[in-house]
């Protein structure tokens, strides 16, 4: 990941959230730092996060984000499944067909 792109979600950004915000992270792992995450987490100055990706992958098994009844942890494969991958191969297919088609098309 790029530098100036790793942590931009990090200590002075979680404490400016309302107690009650959830954070979602579902694009990188490196654009929260976790550190700083379990910290809030723990102190109870978030309400709750919510993390399909992960700074270090696969998540360790002792990392306290798996300890914590506020934290959602879930797998970043959701496209994954046999009909999520057909929608997208479809999607690609019909996206290549309507320029080929296209009177712009030279």
Avoid: W
Wanted: net charge positive.
């Amino acid at each position: 990941m790029r530098t100036e792109n790793r942590y931009l979600v990090g200590a002075a950004e979680l404490v400016m959230m309302r107690r009650t915000a959830v954070l979602v992270n579902a694009a990188r792992g490196a654009l929260v730092d976790e550190r700083a995450l379990v910290h809030v987490l723990q102190t109870r100055r978030l309400g709750g996060a919510a993390l399909d990706v992960f700074e270090h992958e696969p998540l360790a098994e002792d990392s306290a984000l798996r300890r914590m009844p506020n934290n959602y942890l879930a797998p970043h494969n959701a496209n994954a499944s046999r009909s999520a991958g057909e929608r997208v191969h479809r999607s690609c297919i019909d996206n290549v067909l309507k320029v080929l088609s296209s009177t712009n098309h030279r």
